[in-house]
């Protein structure tokens, strides 16, 4: 079979922040030649779910000075709003301390200019297409086949498509709904046009009290809405906000390490006691910073309890919510046309337009009667294996397996694909389908410095791959 001499080629399955940071970072390592292709069928490389947000009023959760794609250079994207005066028409991005909280698609368009000369120049190639299946070939190299029925080769493959579709409660998949009509059911709300149905004063129940019910509120009000907003979750929390001014990270949480979840509560209490003079966020923010090694020093069964008990109040304070939108939370609150409580969806029935519901909370039922549902219960990372195709696939050749904490795939300390034991020597996870190895890797901060030290190890490691021919009837079609 003839054969052709080729550069080590490494193939990214998704362009969101995860697939672009690692792109750009492989980029700016010169030193040996090798071909980098990012598969996204998006437009620009960046965006991903999070920062192809298409609602202006979506903003980022940090300010804008700690969202960066380099970590030696933390003020890059707040100094690139400065040189391009992306904020110039939207003056509420300000708050009044003078920190900046974009609307998202902001980050995204920063991110997909950062990796503009790299697509010019040709380094990176961005291939708009989805990949349909990832193969071991016969000689050991990855085929890479897309849904435009092209075949790509491969010499290694990084995982980057974070965030799978929301799986919507048994309950609601189960119910037969007429598209355009009510009661409107929203699964996905990060569908564009996903609100458009929901008339002004419907009557909303929102199922799921984090940072995608702040966004789904934040949109309906924008629209108009003003009719009754009733969101739930089991405990009944929501994200909170930032402290009212930037504080240092406070606390000391790994030496010695804690073994157990509940080692580690009375930890985080004693802290939020001994420093009553600072505000929680800076507890928070301490643990945040360590939550790497806290995460590895606890037991696999100690992590399940974790995620388990203490996983809703985690998110909730550690992913804070733009003061923007807390703003309009708070304003609808006070008007008394949002209600966050702690209950779940016990049954649901559809009645002419109307959604007729049984809510729960421990012994306590109460009805309730809906226009419209959205479920904001995020995306369903542990469902990945079974509900994205090419994932799918590569489960059943044996070549990826689930996190043993449900987080998402499991992975070595290098970020490689693992099975039981054994792992891919070419094949990788990057961004948050990563976390159950590294705990917290969700937040931009954490997803930059894990890109970072991913292109580190596949630069080493493509520079170090032995020369393989591919066939010709394989080769990159790129
Ligand atoms: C709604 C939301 C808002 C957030 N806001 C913030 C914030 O303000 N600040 C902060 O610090 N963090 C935030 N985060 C967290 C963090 O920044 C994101 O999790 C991070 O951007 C992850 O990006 P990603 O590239 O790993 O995943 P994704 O954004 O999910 O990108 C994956 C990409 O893969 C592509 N893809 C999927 N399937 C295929 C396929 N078969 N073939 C090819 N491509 C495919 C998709 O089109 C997508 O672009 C947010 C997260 C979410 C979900």
Avoid at 59 to 84: C, E, H, K, L, Y
Avoid at 336 to 342: F, N, Q, V
Avoid at 394 to 409: N, Q, R, S
Avoid at 445 to 453: F, G, I, S, Y
Wanted: overall charge positive; some cysteine; charged content about 20%.
């Amino acid at each position: 079979m003839p054969v052709s001499p080729h550069i080590p080629h490494i193939a990214i399955i998704g362009g969101g922040f995860s697939g672009a940071a690692l792109a750009w970072h492989l980029a700016r390592d010169t030193s040996t030649p090798r071909r980098i292709t990012v598969f996204e069928p998006r437009p620009f490389l960046g965006a991903g779910l999070a920062y192809g947000a298409t609602d202006p009023q979506h903003r980022v959760n940090v300010p804008a000075t700690r969202m960066s794609i380099d970590t030696s250079q933390p003020d890059d994207f707040a100094r690139w709003i400065g040189q391009t005066d992306a904020l110039a028409n939207d003056p509420a991005a300000f708050r009044p301390d003078g920190s900046a909280f974009p609307a998202r698609a902001i980050f995204g368009r920063y991110v997909a200019n950062r990796l503009a000369p790299v697509l010019h120049a040709g380094v990176v190639t961005h291939l708009r297409h989805k990949v349909a299946g990832v193969y071991r070939s016969s000689v050991g190299h990855w085929i890479i086949t897309d849904v435009m029925g092209q075949a790509t080769a491969a010499d290694i493959v990084v995982i980057a498509t974070s965030h799978p579709a929301p799986q919507p409660p048994k309950l609601l998949r189960d119910l037969h709904l007429h598209a355009g009509r009510h009661p409107v059911l929203v699964t996905n709300p990060w569908q564009a046009g996903a609100l458009e149905d929901i008339r002004t004063s419907d009557r909303v129940l929102i199922v799921g009290t984090g940072l995608s019910m702040a966004d789904a509120i934040v949109t309906l009000t924008a629209r108009g809405h003003d009719g009754k907003i009733t969101a739930i979750s089991r405990r009944g929390q929501r994200s909170h906000g930032h402290a009212a001014h930037a504080v240092d990270p406070v606390g000391q949480f790994i030496s010695p390490p804690s073994r157990t979840v509940g080692h580690l509560l009375r930890r985080v209490r004693h802290a939020l006691a001994a420093h009553p003079d600072q505000p929680w966020q800076a507890i928070f923010d301490r643990l945040r910073e360590q939550a790497p090694d806290i995460w590895a020093a606890l037991p696999l069964p100690e992590r399940r309890r974790l995620i388990r008990h203490l996983r809703p109040f985690w998110d909730t304070h550690r992913f804070r919510i733009a003061p923007q939108a807390e703003d309009v939370l708070h304003a609808r609150e006070r008007a008394g046309t949002l209600d966050i409580t702690a209950a779940r969806l016990a049954a649901v029935q559809v009645k002419r337009d109307r959604f007729v519901t049984t809510l729960r909370h421990g012994d306590t039922v109460w009805g309730g009667t809906y226009d419209t549902i959205i479920t904001t219960t995020g995306p369903a990372h542990d469902a990945i294996i079974h509900t994205v195709p090419y994932i799918r696939e590569l489960a059943a050749a044996g070549l990826v397996e689930m996190d043993a904490t449900g987080l998402g795939l499991h992975v070595d300390a290098l970020g490689r694909a693992c099975v039981g034991s054994g792992h891919e020597d070419t094949l990788f996870v990057a961004g948050p389908l990563a976390r159950g190895r590294f705990g917290e890797l969700m937040g931009l901060p954490e997803v930059t410095r894990h890109a970072e030290k991913l292109a580190v190890i596949i630069s080493a490691l493509s520079a170090s791959l032995p020369i393989v021919h591919y066939p010709e009837k394989e080769r990159a079609t790129t």
